[in-house]
């Protein structure tokens, strides 16, 4: 009988992304902390279900007569699709217009007036959504960005009885302009 085999090391308890983390609009790197963000108005809101990232490279196969498919030196990235979810806990003007991506939002009598666009503009765009969680082995943080953010799924939102409504956002990055070459999203993992 063979020894069992694992990935488990001396330094697995060290890299453990743990908790739900934090969800912030623009969110400065450098600058903002965890606190000072906080305090500054930046933070989403609680969540249940904490939430997700994603980076995903479109990967084009080059064709090159009598080279087969998966060559090496063959591949290029066309594009970067980056997204984030969250599932946020607390519905507030701020997080149903994130949703809604083209919204604005008027100061009425006793409310806020909250109405979808029928264009969307510059300003419709989050310079950033952040994550920020914690890793097991530093007081760092790991921060996640996902840059020129914009929600194009809509708002669904579902209440029941007993239960609190959680608002489910996915924002999408987005090529700036003037950089067309730098794909809208960046990682920042502490240093060990």
């Known amino acids: 009988m063979g020894k069992l085999k694992s990935g488990y090391s001396q330094k697995t308890k060290d890299n453990l992304l743990t908790g739900a983390g934090a969800y912030f609009k623009n969110f400065t790197v450098g600058t903002d902390t965890y606190e000072s963000a906080k305090e500054a108005g930046k933070l989403l809101g609680a969540t249940r279900g904490g939430g997700s990232f994603k980076a995903v ?23 970067w699709e980056t997204s984030m979810s969250m599932n946020l806990l ?46 097991s082995g530093t007081n760092e943080p790991v921060i996640i960005q996902v840059y020129n953010a914009l929600s194009t799924d809509g708002l669904d939102l579902q209440t029941a009885s007993k239960s609190e409504a959680v608002l489910g956002v996915t924002v999408y990055g987005h090529y700036d302009v003037d950089d067309l070459e730098t794909p809208p999203y960046a990682i920042y993992y502490p240093k060990e």
């Open 57 to 79: 490279a479109t990967v084009r196969q080059i064709e090159v007569d009598g080279a087969p498919t998966r060559t090496v030196g063959l591949e290029t990235i066309d594009e």
């Open 90 to 135: 607390e519905t507030t003007k701020d997080t149903l217009q994130l949703a809604l991506g083209a919204a604005s939002v008027e100061n009425g009598e006793g409310h806020y007036v909250i109405k979808g666009k029928s264009n969307v503009e510059d300003e419709d765009y989050i310079e950033n959504i952040t994550y920020v969680g914690t890793i």
